[in-house]
């Protein structure tokens, strides 16, 4: 006789982090520091 499978609860929120699927040696992760390096105000950039 075949067993039920339990599902997941669809009805909830998952919360995750953007850094976790990023590997340490991403090329992004250069771009993420240099824009976060630089003045943006200073650029015209409104910062919020």
């Known amino acids: 006789m075949m067993q039920h ?3 997941i609860a669809r009805n909830q929120m ?3 982090n953007l850094e976790d699927p990023i590997s340490q ?3 992004v992760r250069f771009v993420d520091a240099f824009v976060e390096s630089m003045d943006l ?3 015209g950039f409104e910062v919020q």
């Open 5 to 7: 499978i339990t599902g």
């Open 14 to 16: 998952v919360f995750t």
């Open 25 to 27: 040696d991403n090329p």
């Open 41 to 43: 105000k200073a650029l």
